[in-house]
């Protein structure tokens, strides 16, 4: 998942840059010029693997826990990925064809994924026009079926 790789990151920050600029021991923390390190890092990981996947003709599916965010502006919160930085977790989306949010409805024991924008998390969707809904107790085989079926009713192959 992308949230381990962000740790793991986090990590190596620690342990292979042990002291602080000024020569200081680190310790637990990280100072702010690390987290810059930790997303490009990051941001290299993904361009390195989607241009490994699109020269080999295979998906790359990447995972990532979320986590709730203020929005400043609308004074409410909404949910994003789970990176290290704020300031990567609203891009982490643009990297990628299709964003999709899977949700657990404990009351009605189903798992939904959502590849439309809800309002707790507005990355979902997709690059390709196709129009969203969302898909009940997902597997790999539905989704494929779906875009499938969406793609033959837009013209597409």
Known sequence: TLSSVSEYLEE?????????????????????????TIQKRIVAFLIV???VCEDLGVHLVV?????????????GYFE???????????????????????DYNANEGKRYLYTQQIARFPYAGNKMGIKEE??????????????????????GK
Do not use: H
């Open 80 to 102: 994003a990925p789970a990176v290290s930085g704020n300031k990567l977790s609203p891009i982490i989306p643009s990297y990628f064809d299709n964003v999709y949010y899977m």
């Open 134 to 155: 969302s898909i009940e107790n997902p597997t790999y085989g539905k989704i494929a079926k779906y875009y499938e079926k969406k793609i033959t009713k837009k013209g």
């Open 63 to 75: 995972t990532c826990s979320t986590v709730m965010v203020k929005d400043e502006l609308n004074q």
């Open 49 to 51: 693997a989607k241009n």
């Open 12 to 36: 190596e920050v620690r342990q292979f840059e042990p002291e602080s600029k000024k020569g200081e021991p680190r310790g637990d923390s990280l100072y702010l010029w690390d987290y810059g």
